[in-house]
């Protein structure tokens, strides 16, 4: 036990010596150099991703502005081929830096508005007249180019319980439409006596369902459906509920407005995390259909954020706005231009004649920022 602990001591007193020989052999300034790479590398790692670790734009996508209702946001379509006059860019910014960054302005450029762009939309509105019991459907055309000639295939269904029966099928052909007419391609009395007599008197669960198809596009409108009283003989419908005020926006804006510019930049202020990838909102908000170009463009410390790839910051979009104001009401039954021509006892109308007639059916961006909420 006695020779181990001696053994042991033997062994430390060398270690000491060798360790002491090399400290002796150690300049002062090595020394000190040992100790400074010790104490700055942490700093200099934190300086060298500071500065050269990249902050940048990986994905660019656009869509439709959705609306927001109490917070929630309601689900829009959005057709790839073209957009709504207000739009929504989603800028994805990368930050790789250790530390925080702050995005102080976003804008685009090269900025490119083009009015010769021009389409056709047909839609139909129609409904039932609850005194002459007439149903009206009425062809309109929401696009600013004439379209072509129109064909739709409607059909009427008798049903009780689990039983139906077609009762009556019409193909509609009209002409095209200019932009903003307005023309009536069917009309028919219900409680006519080819309709009417396939109703059970003594039975009070029936219901009426009309079908209509384009049989141009295979589009289909949503089932039509009038329940039928027995004792008076009438058909009726259910009413929707009004439309919600949108929530005020809180994504920064930019109106595209005559006379177009080649730059549009707004000040902004918001946090990119360090090592995090954040979506950078602004919507653009446009005056008339037409094909607008541009380039996004990001900046941080008056430093223009780069993308991983100069594609992205690039698009090119079809902008539409309709002839008329369809926003409170977007389906077919009971439609805004139905009622106008009902209000109005009209068969055809045009665009002018809106214009005069009833001026807050015209679509303008007013509308949009009614719709929207924008002061």
């Known amino acids: 036990m006695g020779e181990n602990r001696k053994t042991l001591s033997r062994g430390l007193k060398n270690r000491k010596k060798r360790v002491s020989k090399l400290f002796n052999h150690l300049k002062y300034e090595e020394i000190v150099t040992a100790i400074l790479i010790l104490l700055l590398t942490p700093i200099i790692t934190e300086l060298y991703n500071s500065f050269f670790n990249k902050v940048e734009i990986i994905n660019l ?63 139909i509105h ?15 055309n929401n696009g600013n180019k004439a379209s072509h000639n129109i064909k ?62 384009n049989l141009k596009n295979l589009s289909q409108e949503d089932p039509i459906i009038f329940s039928f009283d027995n004792k008076t003989k009438r058909f009726g419908e259910n009413m929707g509920g009004g439309s919600l005020l949108n929530d005020k926006p809180e994504n920064i804006i930019i109106p595209l407005y005559k006379p177009y510019k080649k730059e549009y930049v707004r ?52 902008v539409r706005m309709p002839v008329y104001n369809l926003s409170d009401n977007d389906r077919g039954l009971d439609g805004k231009i139905y009622l106008y021509c009902q209000k109005n006892h009209l068969k055809n109308s ?24 924008i002061n």
């Open 267 to 318: 000040p902004t202020s918001q946090n990119i995390k360090k090592n995090s990838t954040t979506v950078v909102k602004f919507n653009l908000l446009a005056q008339k259909t037409s094909r607008i170009a541009y380039d996004i463009e990001l900046k941080s410390n008056n430093k223009v954020i780069k993308p991983s790839n100069k594609k992205i910051l690039h698009k090119t979009l079809k």
């Open 350 to 373: 045009t665009y002018e004649e809106v214009k005069l007639k009833e001026r807050n059916l015209i679509y303008s961006v007013e509308t949009t920022k009614k719709e929207f909420n």
């Open 61 to 123: 996508s656009v869509r439709n502005v959705p609306k927001i209702i109490n917070g929630q946001e309601l689900n829009i379509e959005n057709p790839k081929a073209y957009y709504s006059n207000y739009i929504e860019n989603d800028v994805s910014v990368k930050n790789n830096k250790s530390n925080n960054i702050i995005i102080d302005e976003v804008g685009i450029k090269n900025v490119r508005v083009d009015e010769n762009y021009q389409y056709e939309d047909v839609k």
């Open 152 to 213: 739709y295939l409607v059909k009427m269904i008798w049903r009780s319980d689990k039983k139906s029966k077609i009762i009556y099928k019409k193909i509609i052909n009209s002409n095209k439409l200019y932009r903003g007419e307005i023309t009536k391609i069917l009309t028919e009395n219900l409680i006519s006596s080819k309709l009417i007599k396939y109703f059970n008197l003594t039975n009070n669960n029936q219901l009426l369902e009309i079908h209509i198809k």
């Open 126 to 140: 129609y409904g039932l007249n609850k005194n002459s019991q007439m149903f009206d459907i009425y062809a309109f």
